[in-house]
């Protein structure tokens, strides 16, 4: 079964708010997803390509790609380290290495977990 998003995911996806969903669809720039019985769109993958190259003129890269998260990761830290003092830069490296760390120790631990089919 294809995977259905809301519209306040897909904007979360595109990074767009949803409101530039729902405009780009009532001006015909994109054509609207399918609807549930509510009322609310339900917005499959490939409405959600359509939607980025029509509104990003790009294609659509799912946040669960390495390279994305890994973009969006350094960007973050970017904004972070501009806004703040050389005390808060320090602990703000700091905790990026802990998480770093821990997120290593995590995917070694669970790679033989997963890989047998236990959780």
Not at 32 to 56: C, M, N, Q, R, V
Not at 103 to 114: A, P
């Amino acid at each position: 079964m294809k995977e259905l998003y809301s519209t306040r995911q897909v904007a979360g996806l595109l990074d767009v708010k949803p409101d530039t969903l729902q405009k780009a669809i009532w001006q015909n720039r994109i054509n609207p997803p399918a609807k549930g019985p509510g009322g609310a769109y339900f917005w499959t993958e490939a409405d959600i390509e359509h939607a980025s190259w029509a509104l990003l003129h790009r294609a659509y890269e799912p946040s669960n790609n390495p390279k994305n998260i890994e973009h969006k990761r350094e960007e973050q830290i970017n904004k972070l380290l501009v806004a703040s003092t050389p005390e808060e830069r320090k602990r703000i490296i700091e905790a990026c290495r802990e998480g770093q760390a821990l997120r290593q120790e995590l995917e070694q631990q669970s790679n033989g977990k997963f890989n047998d089919g236990e959780v």
